[in-house]
């Protein structure tokens, strides 16, 4: 049982001082796919309050919950027109969910099973809320966005989320992605920088942004490593194992690299992938410990591939991991040393000795598939895409976002729509109708509350 936690999870990577009944003096820990749905995209962000419970957000627009590692799981909401990007939790009951969707930002819960979306958030909050990093029950902050055709800004709460107050950060950033916080004053948040007018993610270089005054004053601690920072990169995740020893991911769609610190984030070092797959698209990050960690995210410019890779001697070499699992975009640890982690991206992976017993939950309830097929596909526009409506249906929709999460299309909306299988057709274009560039998109289809999801990639 355990009997001293100390919580890192705000640190992205969390390593709590406890004995644990799963740890074993021989067997090493390995990566297991739990029973928590295949997320037609993926899992963006999971957070645990103890090796068991915890919850997950994924791209089906449903908040998870789960008591047993997700050997078994509930759903607490769902949102079909909202994306949800990141969760974490102050308490077994207080807890934030930040989205990409601007008209509902943050979701609260007070009773650790109900939640309602923030509705007293400052004109100036981030229009998506990306990155999130919660200190204690009364200190919470916010980043974003991850679009550089919008303002970079953060906000905080101070009181539990009773009042928030947020702030422009363009002096310092083109977009802002993930931060962390070790008080109410210290913190970071990672995003990109551009000199250029009307910016896009070719434009930006990677920052890394500390403050010691709650966010007053920002200083660039990367600022010296700009001759090695290639345009079109930025930062997405940012992990501290301690004090002194932290890392962040960068996104490229073309080249995989993070950067690591050892002496508190004084000085960075940019390492790259060299995995034999050649990992590009990075998101997720986690370490272990100063040698050992994984990286993750989208694997290729496609979005298609979602390959991992595995250093064991701190960054300098790497190899393909794929076996821990696919499109991940968080990782969070507990233990020291570790002997339990998840990892969120095609589901939720565990990292653990042994798996966890119990039956697999289906992702949805057996004959509430929607659509004929959701893995990964390319095509021309216009896209065909076939659904099946069961029988007594009161409402069908059908949402499309790009692949960083703004919503481009609502490409249906149909009360009582008609049982049994039909093809529509979607011709590439936003809800303007004006042509949209070549790439990946989330198609999401919902019935009455339920939703699933693929990912089209679109070539012209």
């Not at 989208?298 to 991991?321: E, I, K, L, P, V």
């Amino acid at each position: 049982m355990s009997q001293v936690t100390h919580d890192r999870q705000n640190g992205q990577a969390t390593v709590s001082r406890a004995a644990s009944d799963e740890s074993s003096l021989t067997a090493q820990p390995v990566w297991r796919a739990t029973n928590a749905p295949v997320a037609s995209s993926r899992t963006d962000d999971v957070w645990f309050r103890d090796p068991l419970r915890g919850w997950a957000v994924n791209s089906n627009g449903q908040i998870l919950h789960t008591e047993d590692g997700f050997v078994t799981w509930e759903e607490q909401f769902h949102d079909e027109d909202v994306y949800l990007r990141c969760v974490g939790f102050a308490s077994d009951t207080r807890g934030w969910v930040g989205t990409l969707s601007e008209n509902k930002r943050l979701f609260e819960t007070s009773d650790g099973h109900t939640w309602t979306a923030v509705a007293n958030l400052p004109q100036l909050a981030p229009s998506a809320v990306c990155g999130m990093s919660v200190v204690d029950e009364s200190v919470v902050y916010a980043s974003g966005t991850n679009f550089p055709n919008k303002p970079p800004r953060m906000m905080r709460t101070i009181d539990g989320g009773a009042s928030w107050q947020a702030w422009d950060m363009s002096v310092h950033a083109s977009l802002l992605v993930d931060c962390y916080f070790t008080d109410a004053d210290h913190g970071w948040v990672v995003g990109g920088k551009s000199q250029a007018a009307n910016p896009t993610r070719n434009d930006v270089r990677a920052v890394v942004l500390r403050t010691e005054d709650g966010g007053q004053s920002w200083v660039n601690t990367i600022a010296g490593l700009s001759a090695e920072l290639p345009l079109g990169e930025w930062g997405w995740k940012i992990q501290f194992l301690d004090e002194q020893v932290g890392f962040v991911a960068l996104e490229s769609f073309t080249r995989g690299a993070i950067l690591k610190t050892v002496d508190g984030g004084k000085t960075w070092t940019r390492l790259k992938i060299n995995d034999p797959q050649g990992n590009a698209n990075l998101e997720g990050i986690g370490f272990i410990d100063e040698s050992t960690g994984w990286v993750g995210g989208w694997g290729s410019a496609s979005f298609r591939d979602g390959f991992s890779s595995a250093t064991t001697d701190g960054g300098t070499t790497w190899q393909n991991a794929n076996e821990i699992g696919a499109f991940i975009n968080r990782f969070r640890f507990f233990h020291e040393p570790v002997t339990v982690g998840y990892a969120s991206g095609r589901t939720v992976y565990r990292y653990a000795v042994a798996p966890l017993p119990g039956p697999r939950h289906a992702a949805a309830p057996v004959g509430l598939r929607f659509l004929a097929d959701n893995a990964p596909r390319r095509s021309e526009a216009p896209i065909p895409i076939t659904v099946t409506v069961p029988s007594n249906a009161e409402a069908l929709t059908i949402n499309i976002w790009d692949r960083f999460g703004a919503h481009v299309r609502r490409l249906l909306d149909e009360p009582q729509p008609a049982d049994g299988s039909r093809t529509l057709e979607w011709d590439g274009t936003d809800d303007a109708g004006r042509p949209l560039d070549e790439g990946s998109f989330l198609i999401r289809v919902s019935v009455d509350g339920r939703s699933e999801s693929q990912i089209v990639y679109i070539t012209r």
